[in-house]
């Protein structure tokens, strides 16, 4: 007993079950907070696996090394790859900051779910998944860029129709195209904080997309969705946009005016 116990406490028996599981199929770091969060059998059980085994253990590496191939091949029978090409989507409430402060918190919270019953259903109706909900934002993931942008459309005018107090919030949209870390219940990775700097550019609320975005949407998709785009111009002494390539371009989107009425702020805004 006293050789098992320090065997599968053995620092070298650990390291190298470590090295072995770099060479299986999957996450060879499966197990951590990240990837263990979520639905699936693999990761409760990894969840389990962390409560009940010692920690730095062989026997937990072990085990791990088990639940990271079954992981895999979850993956691989289902025939989705952990970093399959996905649209990603942020949104939020322009100035919600400043109005929470003088609202209240009572009235934030309604603000906040009233936007959540008529924002969420669109995007959850095409087929989307609400990633995570951060505050007045939130982060979706869709398979195709056309949905996505559909969906946010869609969402941006529900929520149009939302009044508070007498105050009625104003959303803002970023989506973005590639192909981010899925870990876990989460999407990591270069292109999921550009699609959030994207959604930073939509300073006055609307919908902006990436090049990557726009480029995966066909013209008879663009006709289809009934939109125009017009490319966000870098005003001239405007600072680098952080965690964005230089080159990567940046696109408003309207529903075209002979189907919406026009927008008399959109050539205003095209220019921020």
């Not at 907070?33 to 072990?62: I, Q």
């Not at 603000?111 to 609400?130: F, K, N, S, T």
């Not at 505050?135 to 869709?142: I, N, R």
């Not at 009625?168 to 699609?195: C, E, F, K």
Request: charged share 25%; net charge positive.
């Amino acid at each position: 007993m006293h050789w098992l116990k320090s065997t599968n406490h053995s620092p070298a028996v650990i390291a190298f079950i470590k090295r072995a599981r770099r060479a299986l199929p999957g996450d060879p770091d499966f197990g951590d907070p990240l990837s263990a969060d979520g639905v699936g059998g693999p990761r409760a059980a990894a969840r389990a696996a962390d409560r009940l085994l010692d920690r730095d253990a062989a026997s937990k590496e072990f085990s791990l090394a088990g639940l990271q191939v079954w992981q895999a091949l979850t993956e691989r029978v289902s025939g989705r790859p952990a970093n399959r090409e996905v649209t990603l989507v942020f949104t939020d409430l322009v100035g919600f900051s400043d109005w929470s402060l003088r609202a209240g918190d009572d009235a934030t919270l309604a603000l906040l779910r009233r936007v959540a019953q008529v924002a969420e259903p669109p995007l959850l109706a095409a087929g989307g998944h609400i990633v995570k909900r951060m505050g007045d934002g939130t982060m979706a993931v869709f398979s195709k860029p056309a949905t996505a942008v559909r969906a946010v459309l869609t969402a941006l005018e529900a929520v149009k129709t939302v009044e508070v107090g007498g105050y009625t919030p104003v959303m803002r949209a970023g989506i973005h195209t590639g192909r981010p870390h899925r870990i876990g219940s989460d999407w990591l990775g270069i292109d999921v904080n550009i699609a959030a700097r994207v959604m930073d550019r939509a300073t006055r609320g609307g919908l902006v997309v990436s090049q990557t975005t726009l480029d995966g949407i066909g013209p008879e998709d663009l006709d289809r969705l009934g939109i125009t785009t017009k490319r966000v111009r870098k005003q001239l002494f405007s600072p680098r946009i952080a965690g964005v390539p230089e080159n990567l371009a940046m696109h408003w989107v309207k529903i075209r005016s002979d189907l919406s009425g026009g927008d008399p702020e959109f050539a205003e805004d095209a220019g921020a």
